[in-house]
């Protein structure tokens, strides 16, 4: 099978920019454990449709709100692909996203 992406970490330092950046009350001891959080994304099963992103830090969005995330990856993949990030894996293959 062509392997068409490959996901790896983004480095400390830059990780720990951005957290900063987005939570102006956070330290640099939370960032790095937060840093420490982030984790590859892998398929849940051998049969999965796509890959689960798990967020390094603990979030609570109400109805209609949005947030940056910083999650710590990122993404190298072929120019005429893209990636789409769904609430649930069954919502992208159901509607097809």
Known sequence: MERIARFEKVSKERFIQDHKELFKDAGDAEAQEAYSRVSIPE????GS????LITPVDVCLRPGEGLRIPTGIRVRMR???CMLIVPRSGLGSRFRF
């Open 49 to 52: 449709a796509g890959y689960d």
């Open 79 to 81: 120019a005429d692909y």
């Open 43 to 46: 398929r849940a099963t051998k």
